[in-house]
């Protein structure tokens, strides 16, 4: 079975510290991946998705993503982070069997002021 | 513009009651899906629609179970509610496919079964 892993499940950092978040998916199918994020209190809302072309992926709020192929890895990543950027971060993969989405369990970062 | 939106917000069940999650969308949106989210899992599917009229089961479906009567309504139905149906509860829709597009989600629904 197809499987995403996002292997940090809590990240605290300081403003302006630059941010990494891993993501790992298992080999199989179209590689159709995905970056969700939800603000306290917000809806989760798309960050950035990649489907082909180039493997770096700029998304919303200076945020982007590298796809590595030849590690199964899409990390995101951001170079300098806000206080504003304290939410949960998902990453998902599209499954070509029932074109649904497979979601890793999250990561909660925190940014301390 | 409303979006996705989700009732009710919280809910306190006793084992064995049932109730009915009404997410509406307003963007017209062929596809619906309705997925629960528990800690250290991510999103699971539950159920899903690809159009008016249409469900399909997802990764989670036992316990469950949805109508999509009118395209901009998607109903997640417990029948027997059980503690193992606690868990936050989302809505989201969109325009094509899961795994080429973007999802929008409602703000979620918290489920208590006591």
């Not at chain 1, 709020?61 to 300098?80: D, Q, T, V, Y």
């Not at chain 1, 971060?89 to 301390?112: E, H, P, R, V």
């Not at chain 2, 249409?54 to 139905?77: C, I, M």
């Amino acid at each position: 079975a197809q499987s995403v892993s996002q292997h940090n499940h809590h990240v605290i950092l300081s403003e302006a510290a630059s941010l990494e978040l891993g993501c790992n998916y298992s080999y199989g199918g179209t590689v159709n991946l995905f970056w969700y994020v939800q603000y306290p209190g917000q809806h989760l809302q798309l960050l950035l998705k990649y489907f082909s072309g180039d493997p770096l992926v700029k998304g919303i709020k200076g945020f982007e993503a590298e796809f590595i192929k030849s590690k199964f890895s899409f990390n995101l990543r951001k170079p300098s982070v806000q206080w504003s950027d304290t939410a949960e971060y998902f990453c998902a993969k599209g499954m070509d069997s029932n074109y649904q989405l497979i979601w890793g369990a999250g990561t909660k970062l925190i940014i301390k002021p | 513009n409303a979006g996705v939106t989700q009732t009710p917000k919280f809910r306190v069940l006793k084992t064995g009651q049932s109730m009915t999650l009404l997410c509406a969308q307003d963007m017209n949106h062929e596809y619906m899906y309705w997925y629960r989210q528990d800690p250290g899992m991510g999103l699971r599917l539950i159920h899903y629609s690809v159009g008016e009229g249409t469900t399909a089961k997802g990764e989670v479906p036992d316990g469950y179970n949805v109508s999509r009567l009118k395209k901009q309504n998607f109903l997640l139905g417990l029948e027997s509610a059980a503690p193992s149906q606690t868990s936050v509860y989302f809505c989201a829709s969109s325009r094509g496919r899961a795994n080429t597009g973007e999802l929008f989600f409602g703000e979620g629904s918290r489920l208590t079964v006591l």
